[in-house]
């Protein structure tokens, strides 16, 4: 399985930014595809996640009303499109896949999935 980030870079507040999330080699029990984010210092911070069989996404309280997580099956490929930004939402972003083996394991938590991309830095200066 390989997982390729893609989309970071330095923006100003109040830019977007559209991350992507390019998968290959994912096995038929994968369940789901999520983003999470890592700032320094901090631990790393579960965004939301999108289901591979029914598409139904789901976006944390702190992100749900400028962020927003989408796929394309065709590609196999993930999105997270970033609106509004603030400079606290600089970190370093992963995205994730989770296997019917992980199901038992909140989807929330980072031993949820059990395949990560390398991560892509986001910026944003005030």
């Known amino acids: 399985v390989q997982l390729q980030a893609s989309g970071g870079g330095l923006v100003r507040a109040g830019d977007s930014l559209r991350l992507s999330c390019a998968a290959s080699?994912?096995?038929?029990?994968?369940?789901?595809m999520a983003w999470f984010r890592q700032a320094p210092g901090k631990e790393r911070e579960f965004l939301g996640r999108?289901?591979?069989?029914?598409?139904?996404?789901y976006l944390t309280n702190s992100v749900k009303d400028r962020f927003a997580i989408s796929g394309d099956n065709a590609k196999n490929t993930m999105y997270l499109q970033m609106d509004s930004l603030k400079p606290e939402d600089t970190a370093v972003y992963f995205c994730?896949?989770?296997?019917?083996?992980?199901?038992?394991?909140?989807?929330?938590?980072?031993?949820?999935?059990?395949?990560w991309g390398q991560g892509t830095q986001v910026t944003v200066s005030s």
């Open positions: 999108i289901s591979l069989s029914s598409g139904t996404t």
């Open positions: 080699g994912l096995p038929s029990s994968t369940l789901a």
């Open positions: 994730a896949a989770r296997s019917l083996s992980r199901r038992f394991i909140s989807d929330a938590a980072r031993g949820g999935y059990d395949d």
